[in-house]
């Protein structure tokens, strides 16, 4: 089992940038695919980027596709999405998520959650 925890999110200008943080607790982190997701008020959680244990590949939404990097750093424990160019309709609750096996877009194949991180961006 892995505890998992964001940090980082907070209030932006359009345009901007944000770097959001995950960090993992307990069963070896490097077992994991992670992903970020998020959730906008009366909408579906929805599927932003993965990334495999090793951070041999990844993927992205459409939507944020050339604007988000997401990478991991093993011997830290931590995931992050890099956010640059940030819309007004990239505002919402941005969950990371685990699995073990690979990278996937649902989130339905994540076993494991954190509590979530405000990102606000305003126009």
């Known amino acids: 089992q892995v505890q998992l925890g964001e940090s980082g999110g907070g209030l932006v200008q359009a345009g901007g940038s944000l770097r959001l943080s995950c960090t993992a607790s307990g069963r070896a982190f490097s077992d994991y695919s992670m992903g970020w997701f998020r959730q906008a008020p009366g909408k579906e959680r929805e599927f932003v980027a993965s990334i495999s244990w090793s951070g041999g590949r990844t993927y992205y939404a459409d939507s944020v596709k050339g604007r988000f990097t997401i990478s991991r750093d093993n011997a830290k424990n931590t995931v992050y999405l890099q956010m640059n160019s940030l819309k007004p309709e990239d505002t919402a609750v941005y969950y990371c998520?685990?699995?073990?096996?690979?990278?996937?877009?649902?989130?339905?194949?994540?076993?494991?959650w954190g509590q979530g991180t405000q990102v606000t961006v305003s126009s």
């Open positions: 998520a685990a699995r073990i096996g690979g990278p996937r877009v649902s989130p339905g194949d994540y076993n494991y």
